[in-house]
Structures are given as C-alpha cells and as structure tokens.
C-alpha cells in the first residue's frame, strides 16, 4: 500500500494552517492558567504521577473539606475547585486536554458538583496509597505488571467495602512478609470499574494470583496471613535442592556452566540453617540468578568440611569463582530472606560493561537492551541484575554503559540521564528509550514489546526530514503521564502498519528546536508526516483510534469544507440526497471527545448518507452566519432541496458512531414494512418473494438499537429480498406459532417456486447488516440450481 499516495488525498485542516491559530488558542489558557491553575490548587507540579495527584487531593480533602470548615460560608466552593482539580487531573485523556487548551477545552457535561463526605477520604480514599510494599495498579500499568514473568498476588478492592477495610492490615502484614518474594498489587475498582468489570470482578475484595501465560487463581480461604503466606508460596516453583556426595559436584557444574551462583545453607544439629519456606522464599527471589540447595552436615559431616564448614551458616558461591580464591565467597550469618537478598545481590555481579570501542559491534546484530548510568548507582541497580533471566527466552541481551567513562557516546545518543533502551539489532540508531516506571516489571514488558514494535526513539539526525517515507512522529514530554500511557498504544499500532508507515517519538524537553518548529504546545502531539502533507492526530489515544485515524486519510470518510464547497455541496445538493454536518471548534473538548466517533459514523453510513464537518475556528463568521451558537453543532440536512437551508439539529445525550447513526438513518425513508398476521401469511408464507424478517418487541432495548441495522440491511437487498417487521407484542399469537423465544430474531424465509424450503424460516444468529446479507446472499446462490430446476412430469 503507497502511502505516499494516498495520505494526499485527503482534506483534513494540514497542520500549517493550523499552526497561527494554535497559538490564538494557547494564550487565552495561559492567562487563565495565572489565576487558578489545576496543579497549583493540587500543589503538584506538571510532571506528578496519578498516584502524586491522588495523595495530595487527599491531603487536601482531610483539611479544606466543608464538614471540617462549617463556619466558612465559601468552603463549599473552594472544595468544588480542588475537586474538579482531582478529577481532571487523575484522568489521562482530560488532563491531556486541560494542558493543551485550559479548562476551556474540557467538557461541560463532565463539571461535576458533588463530593464524598470527609470520613470518605480519611478513610476510604485510596487505601493502600502510601504502603511502600503493596504496588497500586491501575488500568493504564496492570497488563504490564501481571505479564512481566514475576508472580502477582493482586487485592481488588472497593473503597466502601467494609469487609475491604478489615483486610487491609492483614495484607499489609501478609506484603511485608512477602516483600520481594512475590509482587503484592491492589486495584481500586472504585477508579478502575472497567478493568475490573473486564477481569470478572464481582465482589470485593477478591484475591487473584497472575503468573504470565496462566490462568489465575483466585484464593478462598479465611484471609489471615498465614493462610495468604501458604496460598502464594505454593506459586514459588522454583526448586531447592538437597545437596548430597552423589550430586552435589554435578549439580555445582552444571549450574556454573549456565552462568548461575550457589546458595548453599550448610545445617547442623545446632541448628542456625535456613528453614524450609525461608529457602523456598529466598529461592523464588533469586530465580535465573542463583541455584538454591541444602546440605545436611550430620550425615554428610565429610563433605561439608570439604567445604570448610563446621557449623550452621549460609555461603554463595559465584559461579565464575573457584573455591580457592579469597573473598570469592560470602558467608552469610543473617536467617532473614530479605537480609539474604540484599546481601547476596549486592555480591552478584554487575551487568556487562559495554564501552565506545565495542558499542557499535555488539549493537550490529543482536538485540540488546542496554542501561545507561551516570556515575553513582539508583536504588534499582543491583535489581537491573534480575533483567537477564527475565528476558533470556526473549533472546534479548543486557548490557550497561556508564555515561561519565563514555560521555561522547551518550551525547551522541542525546542521553542526557539514567535511563534504560533497547537496541533492535538494524544499528546505532534504531533504539527505543523506555519513558515508563523505572521497576522491574514495567521494563521487561517495555522490552518485550519494543523488539517486536517499530517505533524508534528520534533525534535530529534521523528526523524525517526528506518526507520519502511516511512517518507518524509522537512529539512529547517523558513527565507527561498521558505521554507514557500513548507509547504502547503506538508500538501496537507499528505493529499492524509494519512496512507502510514509520513509527518515532521525539522528546521535546531534549529536541526544543524541532518541537518549536511544529509550533507543538501540548502533550503528546502526534503527527503524521506524508511528503508535502502535514496532518495532526485527533482521536483517543489508542491503537485502534490511530489506525482508524490512519484508514480515514488513505480513504476520507468525512468530507472536511469550508464556505465554499458548503455551499455548493449541502446547500446545492441532489435532490434526495442527505448530509450530516458537524461544526465543531479544535479547542472544545466535546468536539474532540465527537471526532473519532463521527469518522466512524461515517464509514457506518458510506453509501447512504454523506457525512462532512466544518471548522468554526477557521471559518468563525461563516458558522455564525449559519447561526451555530455553541460546539458542537451536528445537524441533518434532508433530501428535499425545495428548503436547502432546512435542517434537524441533533440533541441526543449520546455522541457515540452507533447512536448518530441511528438517529441519522432515521431520516431516510423505510426500506422495510410492517408485517400483520394476514399479511405474513399471504406474502411471506404463501408469497413469491424471498423474505428477511425481524421479530422484535418495543419494549426490547437491543431491538431498539438493531432497528436502523436492520434498514440498512433491507436496503443492502432491495430488489433481491423483501424486508419485514413483526411486532410481537402486537402480534404474539404469530410470532408464537413461528417459534419466536427472543426478541431480536431474524429469520431468512426463501421462495422455492412451489413451496417454502422451510416454514418458520431459517435463523440468523447475527446482528450485522453486511453480515447478514452476505449469509443471505450465499444460501440463494446455494439455492440457485433449485429455483431453475425443471419440474418433473406427471404421471
């Protein structure tokens, strides 16, 4: 597919003529910004994380809340301000558009005006906000954290829920014990309903196990802490072995071959070895890095002074180490398995160390991902060590560089700070930075998805400059929370676009020049680049919204006017045909909220009725002189060009593809009639006609939403199959005696000359017009040789 070809076509607003006005829109939220900004009421800065807004509205709620400040009349209204703060601020696609356009930008029906009582937010808010061991996810990380390889034991929650609250200190106890054997979630299904709904949530709490490619399994015990304890430790698979005269020089070669340590705990009668579920423990945290294993030195007294041990301690034994080196071995005197950890990561060591002399050639062609470091180590180092068993059945390698060695080689890199990437193999250049959450699990799914992506990180030297290929380029900020949650949803989509278009990011707190010559002012703004022709994304922040988005500039289902063509294709429009037109302002938020759904809309009425918008900014006066008063403005213009001025505003509470297409094919005349019992028997049972029929009922909700599917199938077969309505409340006895049990039902009635083929019909399971008649039409070229053959004669 060229799409250097076909992206011409198209006539969406380019972004150079958009550019002036972008920033006529700007400043007016920049002036407002001075006077009540959302993050200065929130005392957060533009960068906070979700979890950073959601602790400082809390702090606030305690002390401004009205029920705390009954003697100030004015209480009421500042909690309201701090409030509509929070809730634009926590939600990823608002808080997108309060940045680019103000409050002016967010919609009116989202104001909001209510709030929790004060005991609410002391203590139902947030429950496990500030437990440093008990990770909170939310839709935007969960698929990421349960899919990292690590073993997840997630606590879906209610903030109501009183059974809820009485776990909480359990599960505080129970993540403290756990801490770094297995990961300890909790999901809010108060913020996150619809991640919850997806995953079968139906009471609160509900305790679920995640191990990645499993099902998972749900714990239905008494919740105390040792039952939590012995339910996740049997997920701990990782295995401890006995170590004995007949395998322990075997079982010490064979690890040292793989690249991994011994962890040895030598046990006496005098007891001081690491019990059971402590080795067990310790064996899960260290798994891919160290071979776990117990030695009984009663009955194996020899063997263990082989080892130069007399008494009960722990020992790890590096595997690229001989015995006989000093300080190669390190003894532990702890029995604590997080004591353990710590120490015996610390001794394990360090990533391979790449420098400017091997960079390019280790780089060549393997993939890599590699960590960046500036002198003094993170706190998360020593966990980076963990990366290469994460990814080693990824075929991904890990390496570092250190940045104050090779400072030349980051600064070509525009590697500025700590920061891990991965190196796809094709060269220097095609690297992805992760700009997500700086732990374990978030990286691994960054790298796992980036390799098999096509998005590439730019800078100023692979910048699509020449314009020979098309590329969709995501400027953006790696504070800016809406940012992170759009760069997987861009690597899906490279994906599905593999070899037709290119995929990069550009940081504009590094690439202020590039960002300032597309006049970007807000974050993320993408862009898709297609030789001369320059288009800015609109639409939600989803792999299946850029792809939609993408489909519409090869084939436009919505035709972008201006006075002109307005003019002379609605208002001098054929007689009987229809147009549906949205005027609409860049900077509403409903307008931005309404535009993937009516492209959508649009391709639902292809053929049937044309669909076109109008930019009010652009072209103020002229919406004016149509008298449009608010955005956005979606009217149906009739088929009837007697009154070419004439038309239906639409004033429905829903905005959504199938809702405006409902509403818009109900101005079209009927395809289909309605059926009575004496006419279903004289023209559908005894007729010549092929017939489709709907069965319904007003009351049924989905017979309601099927109903202008169900024109738009008759007249898909108009001249082919006859369509009809049978109202079975009206009509039960009929519909009864056809054997209706559910409302929808559609029934295929063909004619076969003589006689029906089958007298209540033939069942169609689908609700999909073009579904529908492509069964239909493939049972009457079945049918065919029957309808021509011959009748035989009589005796």
Known sequence: MEYRVLLGVHQPRPIQLMLPLMLLVILPAVVWAENQDYYNLLGVSREATTREIRRAFKKLALTMHPDKNTGDPSAHE?????????????????????DKYGEKGLNEEQQGGRYESWNYYRYDFG???????????????????????????????????????????TWRDFAKEMNGVIRIGAVNCGDNNRLCKRKGINSYPSLFIYRTGQKPEKFNG?????????????????????????????????????????????????????????????????DGLVKVGWMDCTSEEQLCNSFQVTSGVTALFPSESSLDQPGSVLWLNTLDSKEIYSQVINHLPDLQLLSSENFQRKLAHHRWLVSFTFGERSPTSNEYKKLPAFLKNDHIQVSRVDCIADSELCQSLYIHKPCVAVFKGLGIRDFEIHHGKDVLYNIVSFARDSVRAHVTTLTPENFPSDRKDAWLVDFFAPWCPPCQALLPELRKASIQLAGQMKFGTLDCTIH??????????????????????VYEYEGQHSADGILEFIQDLIDPSVVVMDPSSFTQRVKGRAEGQIWAVDFYAPWCGPCQALMPEWRRMARLLSGQILVGSVDCQQFQSFCQSQNVRAYPE?????????????????????????????????????????????????????????????????????????????????????????????????????????????YPTVRFYPYLGAKRLEQNGEHISSRDANMIADIIRQQLQRLSPRLHAKPKDEL
């Open 78 to 98: 500042k909690f309201l301000k701090v409030n509509r703060a929070y809730e634009v601020l926590k939600d990823e696609e608002l808080r997108k558009k309060y």
């Open 127 to 169: 429950i496990y906000d500030d437990d440093l061991e008990i990770i909170t996810l939310d839709s935007g990380d969960f698929e990421a954290a349960v899919n990292s390889g690590e073993v997840w034991f997630i606590n879906f929650y209610f903030p109501r829920c009183s059974h809820c609250h009485q776990l909480a200190p």
């Open 222 to 286: 008494e919740r105390s802490k040792d039952n939590l304890v012995r339910f996740s430790m049997q997920f701990i698979t990782t295995t401890v072995t006995q170590l004995w005269q007949g395998n322990v020089f075997k079982e010490i070669e064979s690890a040292f071959a793989l690249g991994l340590a011994w962890l040895i705990t030598f046990c006496f009668d005098t007891g001081d070895c690491l019990e059971p579920r402590t080795r067990q423990k310790v064996a899960g945290m260290l």
């Open 512 to 533: 202020h020049n590039l960002c300032s010559m597309y006049n970007i002012q807000a974050y993320p703004t993408t862009i898709i680049f297609n030789g001369s022709s």
């Open 634 to 742: 979606i009217r149906l213009y009739s088929s009837s060009t007697r009154q070419p001025d004439r038309y239906m505003s639409y004033n429905g509470w829903h905005r959504d593809a199938h809702s405006l297409r409902a509403w818009a094919l109900s101005s079209l005349p009927r395809a289909s009639v309605d059926l009575t019992p004496e006419s279903f028997r004289s023209q559908v049972l005894s007729g010549q006609d092929h017939w489709v029929l709907d069965f319904y009922a007003p009351w049924c909700g989905p017979c309601q939403h099927f109903a202008p599917e169900f024109e738009v199938l008759a007249r898909i077969l108009k001249g082919e199959v006859r369509a009809g309505k049978v109202d079975c409340q009206a009509h039960h006895q009929t519909c009864q005696s056809a054997g209706i049990t559910a």
